[in-house]
């Protein structure tokens, strides 16, 4: 899990988590059609952990890239 108080993590870091969790939504899915999903919960704070992960991606490109207009 994700704790709000984090500091942003390096580029590497974070594309690797954005990866684990996408891995680990598809299996989520799967096993959500199958049946055999119990905690569907589990599912919606995984979609919110990697959006998340994203949101401090971007932010971090663009706070090193420089374009602020």
Do not use: P, V, Y
Request: proline fraction near 0%.
């Amino acid at each position: 899990m994700i704790k709000k108080n984090e500091k942003l993590k390096d580029k590497n870091k974070i594309k690797e988590e954005i990866f684990s969790l996408k891995k680990t939504i598809m299996n989520f899915n799967f096993q959500k059609s199958t049946g055999q999903l119990e905690k569907t919960s589990n599912l919606r704070k995984s979609k919110k952990d990697l959006a998340r992960l994203k949101t401090q991606l971007r932010q971090l490109n663009e706070t090193k890239g420089g374009n602020s207009a």
